[in-house]
T-cell receptor, first 112, second 112 residues
Framework: AQTVTQSQPEMSVQEAETVTLSCTYDTSENNYYLFWYKQPPSRQMILVIRQEAYKQQNATENRFSVNFQKAAKSFSLKISDSQLGDTAMYFCAFISGNQFYFGTGTSLTVIP | DAGVIQSPRHEVTEMGQEVTLRCKPISGHNSLFWYRQTMMRGLELLIYFNNNVPIDDSGMPEDRFSAKMPNASFSTLKIQPSEPRDSAVYFC??????????FGSGTRLTVV
């Protein structure tokens, strides 16, 4: 069975600082995709970043980057230069075939 | 592209009434998913379709819930009869093969 674990229910960070959200997953698949989604108070689910398991290079999108450790089955999200607009729930997700598995989310608060 | 379009945005209904939620996926996406989000359970996959065919409806909580996808551009999720415990945000999402989901804005359902 595939599972996605986010062990940090809540986190906070000072504006302009860097924060890392953790995610681990369990799978027997070799080819899969990992994602981070952001859900701000508007409740819209927004794709933040995507990583293909067959790529060793960590994905980067502006201030967002991941640390993908395939052997450890770890997929953490680093947010640099945190902004107030980054305050949101962040969900780690894993895709296998046509089905997604979501973590339970980390609530991130950026403190002015 | 207008993205995944859900309607209505908000729905308030009385217990026992029929509720129909609608979704228009992104053109060209061959998979469609219905999720329910609550504080208690987080994101739950209810059902997903591939090429308009229901593939897995094991997440549908009860026979009161039904979903259809009559064509590639439209899907409905129906609850009949509705109950207060069905109150949640219902998301529709579509995807095109491993790229990741694109979510709709969700329908906030309140059953009183």
């Amino acid at each position: 069975a595939q599972t996605v674990t986010q062990s940090q229910p809540e986190m906070s960070v000072q504006e302009a600082e860097t924060v890392t959200l953790s995610c681990t997953y369990d799978t027997s698949e070799n080819n899969y995709y990992l994602f981070w989604y952001k859900q701000p108070p508007s409740r819209q689910m927004i794709l933040v970043i995507r990583q293909e398991a067959y790529k060793q290079q960590n994905a980067t999108e502006n201030r967002f980057s991941v640390n993908f450790q395939k052997a450890a089955k770890s997929f953490s999200l680093k947010i640099s230069d945190s902004q107030l607009g980054d305050t949101a729930m962040y969900f780690c997700a894993f895709i296998s075939g046509n089905q997604f598995y979501f973590g339970t989310g980390t609530s991130l608060t950026v403190i002015p | 592209d207008a993205g995944v379009i859900q309607s209505p945005r908000h729905e308030v209904t009385e217990m026992g009434q029929e509720v129909t939620l609608r979704c228009k996926p992104i053109s060209g996406h061959n998979s469609l998913f219905w999720y329910r989000q609550t504080m208690m359970r987080g994101l739950e996959l209810l059902i997903y379709f591939n090429n308009n065919v229901p593939i897995d409806d094991s997440g549908m909580p009860e026979d009161r819930f039904s979903a259809k996808m009559p064509n590639a551009s439209f899907s409905t999720l129906k609850i009949q009869p509705s109950e207060p415990r069905d109150s949640a945000v219902y998301f529709c999402a579509s995807s095109s093969r491993n790229y990741g989901y694109t979510f709709g804005s969700g329908t906030r359902l309140t059953v009183v």
